[in-house]
């Protein structure tokens, strides 16, 4: 409790973040098929509410396969789909699209009904949790991300309705790292949630660290999401070379955008900073068994390094078998297992101290 006789913790509160982070986790996995999958553009309007409603009628259907006939993706990609491989690919869009409203349903219901516990006498005798008073405004900042993704959903469409037959891979990139900050803050304010306030002395430079690993792993995450909105990974399929180079060709013509949609570029970028991100992840296991880091920190950093090996490994298959949908799809899921670990890692760096280093007593000095 805190001085105002308020919980500092809640399992319940802790048990809905982490279901909501699940939630975003499938959105991430769905996400993955509309975009292999070429679906992504076959809803060629945003309406939160009504949208909800998929075609009915065959008229209905007609109608939403006439909007998609009228744009550039099938125009020059898939004239003369048939009704039935439209509905195909409408399916999964509108899945995905469902999905983000089960979500806000699922945070904000909840969210609402847990601080009205705070007030509501009868709540609180039926014995319903508050929300504990330090992840209130989290909670309030996680809402509003929720809701901005939404519109920032449709942004990353529209790029894709006009002048283009794929949506842009700087706003796909966008679109999945919004995403992947919410998943992750989710499982951060549901760990707080369990276990209440912090208030060991945290190793500086254990937490420096871990949280460098936490940024890198991000970055990648976004230079993944460049090659694949750019479809880097269907141009440049050996390895470890590029076409039998270190670095394929690049149109420098470009400027700067070389940089968001060069396929040669994005996917070079993704290669070396998952190498970068292996060899750090080495160095920092290998020291958190050095320092014998407690409090299962130490464990964790090899874990992390267990499924970064993993994730580096299928992406090497995936992009050697000419990124299947499974494959992509596993791959994309993966990255976020792998932000997950690098987040719970950080947390539990910051609830840690190292114990001793192997070879004697030493200061602190990552």
């Known amino acids: ?152 959903g449709w942004w990353m469409v529209s790029s894709g309705l006009e002048a283009r037959v794929d949506v842009a891979p700087e706003r796909l990139a966008f679109h999945l790292g919004l995403a992947l900050l919410i998943f992750a803050a989710l499982i951060w304010t549901g760990l707080e949630a369990l276990n209440g306030p912090e208030r060991s002395d945290s190793p500086t430079g254990w937490v420096r660290g871990a949280a460098l690993l936490l940024g890198l792993v991000f970055l990648q995450c976004l230079l993944g999401a460049l090659v694949a909105g750019g479809k880097a990974g269907l141009v440049y399929t050996d390895w470890p070379l590029m076409n039998g180079a270190f670095l394929a060709p690049v149109n420098w013509g470009q400027g700067a955008l070389a940089f968001l949609h060069d396929q040669a570029l994005t996917q070079f970028n993704h290669r070396m900073t998952a190498y970068a991100l292996m060899v750090a992840v080495i160095v920092y296991a290998i020291q958190a068994w050095r320092w014998r880091l407690a409090e299962g920190a130490g464990a964790s950093a090899w874990v992390l390094l267990g499924v970064v090996m993993l994730q580096a490994g299928l992406g090497i298959v995936t992009l050697m078998q000419g990124v299947p949908v499974w494959l992509g799809v596993l791959h994309q899921a993966g990255a976020a297992v792998v932000l997950a670990t690098a987040t719970v890692n950080l947390w539990l760096v910051m609830r840690s101290r190292p114990r001793r280093f192997i070879g004697g007593p030493r200061s602190m000095g990552l």
């Not at 945070?107 to 609180?124: E, N």
Request: aromatic content about 12%; charged content about 15%; proline content about 6%.
């Open 1 to 152: 409790m805190n001085r105002f006789g308020r919980p500092e913790r809640s399992v319940s509160v802790a048990l809905w973040l982490f279901l909501v982070a699940s939630l975003v986790f499938a959105m991430v996995v769905v996400g993955g098929i509309t975009r292999l999958t070429g679906s992504g553009l076959s809803i060629t309007e945003w309406k939160p509410l009504l949208g909800a409603i998929p075609p009915l009628t065959e008229a209905d259907w007609e109608e939403a396969f006439r909007k998609y006939q009228a744009i550039p993706q099938y125009k020059l990609v898939n004239e003369g789909m048939s009704l039935s491989e439209f509905q195909g690919i409408y399916w999964w869009e509108w899945i995905h699209r469902q999905l983000g409203r089960v979500i806000g349903l699922v945070f904000a219901l909840p969210f609402l009904v847990f601080l009205a516990a705070r007030s509501i006498p009868f709540l609180r005798r039926v014995g319903l949790p508050a929300l504990p008073d330090r992840l209130i405004w989290r909670c309030g900042v996680l809402l509003l991300l929720g809701g901005l993704q939404g519109a920032v």
